[in-house]
């Protein structure tokens, strides 16, 4: 699995005009199941967004996650995260899960979110969605299983 996490201090993502996630400061996270991901990948992916030291301490230095500052989490399916780009101009998504193991596992993903974080709210798989953000900092990281 990949994610591209961005902290933000909001962010919302929206299907046909209505906003179906939103959150204050906290993290935005882009994720992708790739073909041979499994519930365990899933598994250890949320366990690294939540626990991944983004957020200043006291002295300014990145030594926080989210959940450690109770902030918001917002998870967004995003397949062509998992594309193949090292040749051509058009990109490949060959190393992408089909359709159907794509939506398990976000569903995977979605209910441990739910029963391990207070501040969780998703994007739509298979949607044409709108993503609305501002990174703080900048600060974008990618993680893979």
């Known amino acids: 699995m990949i994610t591209v996490i961005q902290r933000v201090t909001r962010a919302s993502v929206s299907v046909d005009n209505n906003v179906v996630g939103r959150i204050d400061a906290g993290i935005m996270a882009l994720l992708a199941v790739e073909k041979n991901d499994t519930e365990k990948e899933a598994q250890r992916l949320l366990e690294r967004i939540l626990n991944y030291r983004i957020f200043a301490d006291a002295e300014g230095r990145m030594n926080l996650s989210v959940r450690d500052i109770n ?25 992408a ?3 159907e193991r794509g939506l398990a596992l976000f569903n995977t993903v979605q209910q441990l979110a739910l ?22 900092g900048p600060v974008t990281f990618i993680l893979k299983t």
């Open 71 to 95: 902030a918001g989490l917002l998870l967004i399916p995003q397949f062509t995260l998992a594309a193949d780009t090292q040749s051509g101009n058009r990109p490949s998504f060959t190393p």
């Open 115 to 136: 029963a391990s974080f207070p501040s969780v709210q998703f994007g739509r798989f298979g949607a044409d969605m709108q993503v609305s953000l501002v990174n703080d």
């Open 97 to 99: 899960a089909p359709p």
